[in-house]
């Protein structure tokens, strides 16, 4: 099997969480803010925007994005169980947000439907090819569309989860280009690394200007009981970057 199909089999089993956890994510999605960085950054451009969300996962966040005035949300992602179930609760929810079944970078949306590309929150590390992604999100984009981005920062993988210090992992490396996932979904699931600057110049080179970069000290993902010294301040754990294209 490869490294792809095994990442692929990971998803599917561990996306059953959201059919377990069905009505928990109702609720959440029912009061569901993005995080306050985000809504920042995002400001006035998402309202009346086209959202696609590659990488949408439980689609907690479409809901949020409605919330802020976009006007409709379109998620992708390759998980039929983690597609259904969001489709599910935005019917439940009435909101305007629809999900396709893909494998990207392949999206099958058409040109020029979007104002918007988000993504994050453990979605980049899955992506194989970056310039492939990249090409597709301008094909999505409307002229002078944005691309946004709240990702985990590119040395949050190096953390021990040690509470008492800060320790970086000694079988990780800022420069290797994959590790195997431990945490959500493990089950062999194979992340792809790159540096935060190798990201940068691949957003560039793909003919986007960034508006905005900034790296954060919190994790977007903190497992529920779980504390880490690394989560204390001092290290960076995610990033958020505004890119518009520059057509
Ligand atoms: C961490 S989760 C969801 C992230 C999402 N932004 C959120 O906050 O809920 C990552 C998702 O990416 C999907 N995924 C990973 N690789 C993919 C690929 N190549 N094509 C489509 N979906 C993929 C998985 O099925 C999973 O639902």
């Known amino acids: 099997m490869s490294i792809h199909d095994e990442t692929q089999k990971a998803w599917e089993s561990a996306s059953q969480k959201h059919v377990r956890e069905y009505d928990e994510l109702l609720n959440d999605a029912g009061t569901a803010r993005l995080l306050p960085v985000e809504e920042a950054v995002l400001g006035d451009i998402v309202v009346g925007a086209e959202v696609v969300h590659p990488m949408s996962g439980h689609g907690i966040d479409d809901v949020a994005l409605v919330r802020l005035g976009a006007r409709r949300v379109r998620g992708v ?100 280009r994959t590790h195997v996932n431990d945490s959500f979904p493990a089950g062999g699931a194979v992340e792809h690394q790159r540096t935060l600057a190798e990201t940068i110049m691949a957003i560039t080179a793909a003919n986007f200007e960034i508006l905005h970069l900034a790296e954060h000290p919190d994790p977007f993902w903190r497992p529920a009981g779980m504390e880490a010294a690394a989560w204390n301040g001092q290290v960076p754990n995610a990033y958020s970057l505004l890119a518009r294209d520059n057509a």
């Open 77 to 176: 992602d390759y998980s039929p169980t983690a597609a259904a179930s969001a489709q599910r609760r935005a019917d439940e929810l009435g909101v305007p947000c629809s999900y396709a079944v893909a494998t990207l970078p392949a999206t099958g949306l058409p040109d020029d439907c979007a104002d918007i590309v988000y993504t994050g929150k453990g979605a980049l590390i899955w992506v194989d090819d970056l310039d492939a992604w990249l090409a597709e999100m301008r094909r999505l984009l409307r002229p002078g569309g944005h691309l946004f981005i709240y990702e985990a920062h590119p040395l949050t993988p190096l953390w021990a989860w040690d509470t008492d210090r800060i320790r970086v992992r000694e079988d990780r490396g800022y420069f290797q």
